[in-house]
């Protein structure tokens, strides 16, 4: 029996919309689970990373705990993959980057919907941070664009790194929303 492809995913600064695009796959799924395993990912609720084969993040890099994930993930991955434009380019969440963070934080937790609101303190939450995307932090093999990337482009992609090709995405299955 061949070895299944080892996949460990990670959620950085981001909607989960990726995680949900490729999860859109529906039945393909059932075909992927035979070919492939994830490892520690937001599906499996697996948090620790373990070697593996292929690394994905969807999301930006939005506080120091977002960039020792990137970094951990791409320390046991042979190839990172990004899923989305707030991994690949910053995206939606770079939009913060026009704020300081006092004005986002207030924007956040003190609205006009919002009586008596207290922005949250606590040590065990990560300050935020300039929003990066993760080749400005870690080595990025390849790329798959979109908000979401559609199913097809994520599984074109995993398709092409089983075939052992780094993906190039044709424009055809891109989406530009
Ligand atoms: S690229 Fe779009 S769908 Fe994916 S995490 Fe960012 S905002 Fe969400």
Redesign the pocket.
């Given at each position: 029996m061949v070895a299944k492809i080892k996949v460990a995913t990670a959620w950085l600064d981001?909607?989960?919309?990726?995680h949900?695009?490729f999860l859109d796959l529906d039945e393909v799924l059932i075909d992927l689970a035979n070919v492939i395993e994830l490892t520690a990912t937001p599906i499996t609720d697996i948090k620790e990373f373990l070697p593996v084969d292929v690394g994905i993040i969807?999301?930006?890099v939005g506080n120091a705990h977002d960039e020792e994930v990137a970094k951990n993930l791409r320390a046991n991955c042979k190839i990172l993959m990004v899923?989305?434009?707030?991994?690949c380019f910053g995206?939606?969440?770079s939009m913060r980057n026009l704020f300081s963070t006092e004005e986002v934080l207030q924007r956040y937790y003190n609205t006009e919907s919002t009586k008596d609101g207290k922005i949250p303190c606590s040590e065990d939450i990560p300050p935020l941070t300039t929003v990066k995307p993760i080749n400005q932090v870690v080595k990025v093999d390849c790329y798959v664009p979109?908000?979401?990337?559609s199913p097809e482009a994520i599984h074109y992609a995993l398709t092409e790194l089983l075939e052992g090709r780094i993906p190039v995405l044709p424009s055809e299955i891109m989406r530009f929303d």
């Open positions: 981001a909607c989960a919309g990726c949900m695009s969807e999301g930006a899923w989305g434009d707030c991994a995206g939606i969440v979109g908000c979401p990337p």
